[in-house]
Structure formats: structure tokens, C-alpha cells
């Protein structure tokens, strides 16, 4: 059981990103995957969610008309398209994976490494 999460980097304010997550080792059709950050010195938090199989999302207010979660089930990669980044969404952002489709990370089993968005002019 893998995740890999890549596409973090440097973004001017403004500018838009879409991170992946790439999964191994699951039955993903009974699994919801996620996508969780954390900002230096914040406790992690949730930022969308989506059921893998029937495709229900779940987006944080924080994000909410920014923060695209999807999924390519032929390939079983993960997604997060981040549009008109700001200062604040500068975090470290992790992929995970789990049985309920849920902003809770507790109920999220299986966790990638984590990558960098450092939003900055």
C-alpha cells in the first residue's frame, strides 16, 4: 500500500498548481482519498475529499471555488487542482487514503510523504 504525492513547488500569488498523488497496493473502489496540508507551526487540516468509485467530493470551506479534487481511475492517481493560490495556502500537503469519505484525518488509514506549495512573490 503506496501513495506518492508530487507537483508541490514555488507559485507567484495568483497562480495556479495541481498536485498528484499517485496509488499502489489498493482496492480504491472501497476507499475515499484525500487531501490534507499543513502550514508551519498549524495542526494538519483537511482540504477536499472524494469517494473513489462513485466520485463524491467533499472541499473545504478554506478552498471552496479555488480547490478541484479528482481522480483518474484507469491510472489510480489523485489530484488537486489549486487555482488563484494565496500567501495562506503555503503548506505542506499530504495525500491519504481511507474507508469514509471524511474531513477527519483519523479515519484516514494509509498517508503519502507530502509535498511542498510555498506560495510567494
Known amino acids: 500500500v503506496q501513495l506518492q504525492a508530487s507537483g508541490g513547488g514555488l507559485v507567484q500569488p495568483g497562480g495556479s498548481l495541481r498536485l498528484s498523488c499517485a496509488t499502489s497496493?489498493?482496492?480504491?473502489?472501497?476507499?475515499?482519498v484525500a487531501w490534507f496540508r499543513q502550514a508551519p507551526e498549524k495542526v494538519r487540516e483537511f482540504v477536499a475529499a472524494?469517494?473513489?468509485?462513485?466520485?463524491?467530493?467533499n472541499v473545504a470551506d478554506s478552498v471552496k471555488g479555488r480547490a478541484t479534487i479528482s481522480r483518474d481511475t484507469a491510472k489510480n492517481i489523485l489530484y488537486l487542482q489549486m487555482n488563484n493560490l494565496k500567501p495562506e495556502d503555503t503548506a505542506v500537503y499530504y495525500c491519504?487514503?481511507?474507508?469514509?469519505?471524511?474531513?477527519?484525518?483519523?479515519?484516514?488509514?494509509?498517508w503519502g510523504q507530502g509535498t511542498l506549495v510555498t506560495v510567494s512573490s
Open positions: 491519504a487514503a481511507g474507508s469514509l469519505n471524511s474531513e477527519y484525518e483519523a479515519l484516514y488509514d494509509h
Open positions: 497496493g489498493f482496492a480504491l473502489d472501497y476507499y475515499a
Open positions: 472524494i469517494t473513489w468509485k462513485g466520485g463524491v467530493d
